[in-house]
């Protein structure tokens, strides 16, 4: 049986962890960033780790 294919949109979106987590870019940080605050868009920039609803789903489809 030929092997699971990752989900190549998923791939460039999100990142596992050496620990097992996955990671995420924050979103609203695209466009129409004059009216937002500097204090706001610089806590935007850092990623962070995936809720635990999606954990599993996102796993599957990276083939983690």
């Given at each position: 049986m030929a092997k699971m294919k990752s989900h190549r949109?998923?791939?460039k979106r999100f990142k596992v962890t050496?620990?097992?987590k996955v990671a995420r870019h924050k979103?609203?940080?695209s466009?129409?960033?004059t009216k937002k605050s500097?204090?706001?868009k610089r806590g935007l920039r850092k990623s962070t780790i995936l809720g635990s609803a999606d954990h599993k789903r996102i796993k599957s489809?990276?083939?983690v």
């Open positions: 949109g998923a791939m050496g620990t097992g979103a609203y940080k466009h129409i960033l500097t204090k706001r489809v990276l083939n």
